[in-house]
């Protein structure tokens, strides 16, 4: 048997993404964004943003793309310990869609996907993945939390609003979850109850070995980390910057973090309308004005959520070409192993 028919048995199935909940969680997204614009001046902000300093402005997307790339060495690093198929390049490409994915379905399931497509493309177990997603997850979660804290209290102390408090205690729950799975896997794997089924015991073995990389990555996989979230940031300060503030350091950290945090929402893809909404009224505390405000949520969500959206969809158009399996090739391959079997 060769190594597509190895991978591509009966237990390949993709993760069930598109259904009633996709749908319903599409239209209440679309439902409340359009009653976020009803409440914008399209004209005074249209002018903003034909009159802004296009430089800043692409500087500003160029650094927030530049991170798929080094999320996606980040993850190899995280996995070097396993056999891995595939090269850096392609697993950018993964990052990159699945995040795509995210954009469209609720409820992080982009993350259960992503597991997918690390198994479809680089022959490892999907348990493996989603610990490694996991433990990710965790780095990032108290990086945003534990940055959002101060910059939030340095500029807010005296006058915290209730909407930033939420966020905040809502990162906070992401960041403990995350690192209390870890811990419950890591007591788990060392000590299974002989009854639970000889399956889940692999899967939970599984998990733990893709949660907890090699030391000798742990410092590229902080040093990438760093880098992720000091262009992140970055983003923010050029894009605010090509409509003429400048921000001092703590209230771009302050305007990157907190709309990171309420991505997470999870009703809505990626926490569409809610990360709207947030990035508002945090440019509003930051002290700039309604008008500047609403141009700057509005482009950014047209160059972070729309544009990916889009790229995305045309990576999935060419994905034969750069080499990316997503779901259809696989269905497809494993008929004609059947059949040629």
């Known amino acids: 048997m060769d190594d597509d028919s190895k991978q591509l048995d009966g237990t390949e199935k993709p993760p069930r993404l598109w259904g009633r909940h ?3 969680s599409g239209l209440v997204t679309l439902a409340f964004l359009a009653f976020l614009a009803g409440y914008l001046d399209w004209e005074n902000i249209w002018r903003e943003v034909l009159e802004c300093n296009k430089f ?16 996606g060495l980040r993850w190899r690093h995280s996995l070097a310990h396993l056999p891995i198929q595939g090269g850096a390049s392609k697993f950018g490409q993964v990052v990159f869609f699945y995040n795509f994915v995210d ?10 996907y992503a597991a997918h497509m690390a198994r479809i493309n680089f022959g490892i177990r ?13 780095i990032d979660a108290w990086i945003v939390l534990l940055l959002s ?27 403990s979850a995350c ?4 811990l419950a896997f890591l007591v788990l794997a060392r000590s299974l109850p002989r009854w639970i089924p000889e399956k889940i015991m692999e899967m939970i073995q599984a998990f733990r070995k893709g949660m907890w990389p090699r030391g000798r990555h742990l410092l590229p996989i902080m040093g990438f980390t760093g880098m992720i979230w000091i262009l992140e940031t970055l983003w923010i300060y050029f894009l605010v910057a090509g409509f003429g503030i400048f921000l001092p350091p703590v209230q771009a950290v302050f305007l990157t973090m907190l709309p990171l945090l309420a991505s997470a929402f ?16 945090c440019l509003r505390v930051a002290g700039i004005a309604a008008l500047p405000a609403g141009s700057i949520t509005l482009l950014n969500r047209l160059i972070d959520y729309w544009l990916h959206i889009a790229l995305g969809i045309v990576v999935w158009l060419f994905r034969r070409r750069l080499g990316l399996r997503t779901w259809e090739e696989v269905a497809g391959l494993r008929s004609a192993l059947r059949v040629t079997s």
């Open 56 to 71: 800043f402005v692409l500087l500003g997307a160029a650094c927030h793309y530049a991170t798929y790339p080094l999320r």
């Open 126 to 138: 999907r348990s493996e993945a989603i610990g490694s997603i996991v433990f990710l997850r965790m």
């Open 103 to 112: 954009n469209v379905v609720p409820a992080k399931l982009g993350d259960i």
């Open 22 to 24: 996709t749908v319903l």
């Open 149 to 175: 804290l101060p910059a939030s209290w340095a500029l807010l102390s005296d006058r915290l609003p209730d909407s930033v408090v939420w966020v905040l205690v809502g990162g906070g729950v992401i960041a």
């Open 179 to 182: 690192t209390l799975i870890m």
């Open 266 to 281: 999870p009703l809505t893809p990626s926490g569409a309308g809610v990360v709207e909404l947030t990035l508002f009224n």
